[in-house]
C-alpha cells in the first residue's frame, strides 16, 4: 500500500517540460516551431475576411459588459474635453468661446 502521510508531496503540482522553462527558452523553441511551419508551408495566415471576424468576434464580447463600454465612453469623452482645454489655452481665451459655438467679433 502507498504511504499517504502529509509530508508527500501532492501529484501532479510541479511543472515539467515546456512549462518548467524561462520564457526567453520557451520564445526560443516557438520560434522555431513557427519557422518551420512556415517553411513547410503548413503555418496558418489569417486572411483580411477571417481577422475581420475575429476582430468582430472579440468586440461583441466586449460590448456585453456595459459598464466596461461606459467606462470607455467616459474615458474617450474626458480625453477629448482635456484635449479641447490644452489646445484653447494654447490658442488664448478667445478661442475657448469659438469651440463652443459663440461668435468671435
Not at 60 to 76: N, P, T
Amino acid at each position: 500500500m502507498a504511504n499517504n502521510s502529509a509530508s508527500d508531496k501532492p501529484k501532479g503540482t510541479a511543472k515539467r517540460g515546456f512549462a518548467a522553462m524561462d520564457e526567453a527558452t520557451q520564445r526560443a523553441i516557438a520560434s522555431k516551431g513557427g519557422q518551420a511551419a512556415h517553411q513547410k508551408g503548413t503555418a496558418h495566415e489569417f486572411d483580411s475576411e477571417e481577422a475581420r471576424r475575429a476582430g468582430q468576434k472579440g468586440g461583441e464580447a466586449v460590448s456585453r459588459d456595459r459598464e466596461h463600454m461606459a467606462a470607455i465612453g467616459r474615458k474617450g469623452g474626458e480625453s477629448r474635453q482635456s484635449a479641447a482645454r490644452a489646445a484653447a489655452a494654447r490658442n488664448g481665451a478667445g478661442s475657448e468661446q469659438s469651440s463652443k459655438g459663440g461668435n468671435k467679433q
